[in-house]
């Protein structure tokens, strides 16, 4: 996310971990299922087609964000809310299957989706109060992008310091699919305004550019009432 990848970088921490492709787990979950439903039609009962599997998902280095510009953006007048969105975009081969070999957790996609919309509005309330209580409520301690982000924002308000703008827009929902037996793996597309970060006079000390939309991949597990998120990444583009 623009000023919080620019601070990462800028004081040489690390805010994106190593974190599994969608890719993989994709191919992995449709496996299962196809295997499940093809089981099914013989009615013979075998490992990991319970309620309980989960595969293990292989882990694979991420790239750290981009640094900030000092060019002079217009900081944003959008509101602290997160603009409303709708699942966009046609089903992924297989998101049938997925969600009927897993429907304890298919069942639990639209609050998984309501955890997301909560987690931006969330990041958007600590920017503008440095309040992170509504963002930290809504992932796990698994998620260490989640937790960076959010204590990267806190480091930026220290010592009397504000940040204008900056504001994070979740702008559709691509997909939303139960990948195993308690996650549920949301697609969305997201943007950010450009920032500025003030000190306590009121000068700005550093600006940030917007970033144009991209998408992120939220893994939530259901388990949680309601689901909590438990990793996050860009998607491949």
């Known amino acids: 996310m623009g ?8 004081f040489r921490v690390g805010i994106l971990p190593a974190m ?3 890719g993989h787990r994709l191919r992995a979950a449709r496996a299962t299922a196809a295997m499940c439903a093809a089981i099914a039609v013989v009615g013979v009962s075998a490992a990991g087609c319970d309620s309980h599997s989960k595969p293990q998902a292989v882990d694979h280095p991420a790239s750290p964000a981009s640094a900030a510009t000092t060019g002079s953006p217009t900081p944003s007048a959008s509101a602290t809310a997160v603009a409303p969105s709708s699942l966009s975009g046609s089903p992924l081969a297989g998101e049938s299957a997925l969600n009927s070999a897993f429907p304890s957790a298919a069942a639990r996609i639209p609050d998984a989706i309501e955890t997301v919309r909560r987690f931006f509005g969330g990041i958007n309330h600590e920017s503008d109060t440095g309040d992170e209580g509504p963002a930290i409520a809504t992932f796990t301690t698994k998620c260490s992008l989640c937790g ?3 204590y990267n ?37 997201e ?6 970060q003030t000190d306590a006079t009121g000068r700005v000390v550093q600006t940030f550019p ?3 939309p991209r998408h992120l991949i939220f893994e939530l597990e259901t388990d949680d009432a309601p689901p909590k998120i438990w990793q996050l990444t860009r998607a491949n583009q």
């Not at 000023?3 to 800028?10: I, K, N, Q």
Request: hydrophobic share 40%; net charge positive; glycine share 14%.
């Open 20 to 22: 599994p492709g969608r």
């Open 148 to 150: 960076s982000g959010v």
């Open 210 to 212: 917007a970033s144009p």
């Open 153 to 189: 924002i806190k480091g930026l308000l220290e010592g009397g310091h504000k940040l204008r703008g900056g504001h994070v827009h979740l702008l559709t929902i691509n997909s939303a699919i139960a990948t195993y037996s308690n996650v549920v793996s949301v697609d969305v597309t």
């Open 3 to 10: 000023f919080v990848g620019a601070f990462a970088r800028a």
């Open 191 to 196: 943007s950010q305004d450009s920032a500025e």
